[in-house]
């Protein structure tokens, strides 16, 4: 006999409460956003824009290493008791710190060898020291969202984050270099952080800083995991721009790429958000056996779903009018590109959903193991198309990696937990 599971008013507040903040903060930020790259797409030639755009994308794989999925530890670990032991934001914290300052040392280091072009490679240093930044202000969010009380990063997301985007479109409005750009987010996201640890401090009275490597180093050994399966994923979401800039360089075609996958990167981080705002009440779902947290993925791959297909065939027809509207003619191929771009959020979305519920099981070599073969599906179908490699097919390969992943996603659940979501 099927039971059939509901998900109660209580826990439907605590997600939507939770989700609203984060996703009210980001959203406010994603429209200035959208905002900050219609004014540098027209202030900038596409081969700028290009460059500035790669910079970024290869920053935020490292990046979401640097997460290693502390919002998920604490929220497993508090699923049941927001009591806990308040040691652990003190002891992520401080793992946090060492592994962004390596991370960062790293990310810069790769773009002093790698790159031929000095203007990159100033880029790099810079970046690497908004990694920091960035890295420890999100994990001030993240204890936040874990402790359910996301109005703390919706305050700072109100000012730090409109600060910034308003500052660098002055900046690229007045002639300023894409170097300037770069310095205007580290110190945005320095500044965040410091105002970030201020409010745990203030807001966690208990908490301890101390460093308890014994269990720092328990801490890592499940995080590491997490933090891999994270900057794999951001990987193939970013896999075009980094791709496309060994295979066509950077110039015309870069930037028509690069504009085009602004518009997926915004989506999929919306959806993202409220996937990690949902994550506290999946874990405790999780820990019941209640089924409700089968119950959140199933809706949400559905909804997801329909609603990516509409926005992106809406972008097949009607992109290249509003990008020649909004650009001008020298993005006339980036309307072309939109609706093909927009279409990766389909499988993004079951990956990432789904993925969610393998974290809350506390499943992260599985969820590991999935990301590597998308990841190595992406590679190895790069290797079937005659050099050179045009932007379409890049496109096409990044798709392939997201579907491999989403499939051995379900594919290495149970039945039982196949036939709730699918069904």
């Known amino acids: 006999m099927n039971q059939k599971y509901y998900i109660s008013q209580k826990v439907l507040t605590s997600i939507f409460k939770n989700a609203f903040f984060m996703i009210a903060g980001n959203l406010l930020y994603k429209i200035l956003r959208a905002l900050y790259i219609i004014v540098?797409?027209?202030?900038?030639?596409?081969?700028?824009?290009?460059?500035?755009?790669?910079?970024?994308?290869?920053?935020?794989p490292f990046f979401v290493l640097t997460n290693l999925g502390v919002d998920k530890i604490i929220s497993n670990s508090i699923a049941c008791d927001k009591s806990a032991e308040p040691k652990i934001v003190g002891h992520t914290f401080s793992l946090k710190l060492i592994i962004s300052l390596i991370t960062a040392l790293i990310f810069g280091m790769i773009g002093i060898i790698t790159e031929d072009i000095l203007k990159v490679k100033i880029l790099f240093v810079i970046i690497s020291i908004a990694l920091v930044g960035r890295s420890m202000a999100i994990w001030a969010q993240q204890v936040f969202t874990a402790y359910e009380i996301s109005i703390q990063s919706f305050r700072q997301q109100i000012i730090f984050r409109p600060l910034e985007i308003i500052c660098a479109m002055i900046a690229v409005a007045s002639g300023f270099s894409i170097l300037v750009l770069a310095a205007i987010h580290a110190l945005s996201w320095c500044l965040q952080a410091f105002s970030g640890l201020q409010l745990v401090r203030h807001h966690f009275k208990t908490v301890s800083f101390k460093n308890n490597w014994k269990q720092i180093n328990y801490l890592l050994k499940q995080c590491f995991l997490i933090g891999i399966t994270g900057m794999m994923i951001s990987f193939l979401c970013h896999a075009p721009i980094i791709i496309t800039r060994y295979t066509e360089g950077i110039g015309n075609n870069?930037?028509?790429?690069?504009?085009?996958?602004?518009?997926f990167l915004l989506l999929s981080i919306m959806f993202r958000t409220?996937?990690?705002?949902?994550?506290?009440?999946?874990?405790?779902?999780?820990?019941?056996?209640?089924?409700?947290?089968?119950l959140y993925v199933k809706n949400c791959i559905r909804i997801g779903t329909l609603l990516s297909v509409i926005g992106a065939l809406t972008a097949i027809e009607t992109g290249p009018f509003f990008v020649n509207l909004l650009f001008g003619a020298k993005y006339s191929k980036t309307g072309q590109l939109l609706g093909q771009v927009l279409l990766l959020i389909i499988p993004l979305i079951w990956g990432s959903t789904i993925n969610s519920l393998y974290f809350a099981k506390c499943h992260y070599l599985k969820a590991l193991l999935c990301a590597f073969l998308g990841g190595a599906s992406f590679l190895f179908s790069l290797f079937f198309f005659i050099s050179p490699?045009?932007?379409?097919?890049?496109?096409?390969?990044?798709?392939?990696?997201?579907?491999?992943?989403?499939?051995?996603?379900?594919?290495m659940m149970d039945r039982h937990e196949r036939k709730l979501i699918l069904l």
Do not use: H
């Open 40 to 60: 540098i797409a027209i202030y900038l030639e596409p081969d700028l824009f290009g460059m500035f755009s790669y910079a970024m994308s290869y920053y935020i």
């Open 254 to 263: 870069l930037g028509q790429l690069a504009l085009a996958m602004q518009a």
């Open 274 to 294: 409220f996937n990690d705002a949902a994550f506290p009440v999946i874990s405790r779902s999780t820990l019941y056996g209640d089924g409700k947290d089968f």
């Open 389 to 411: 490699i045009e932007i379409t097919d890049v496109i096409l390969c990044t798709a392939s990696g997201m579907i491999v992943w989403s499939v051995a996603l379900v594919v």
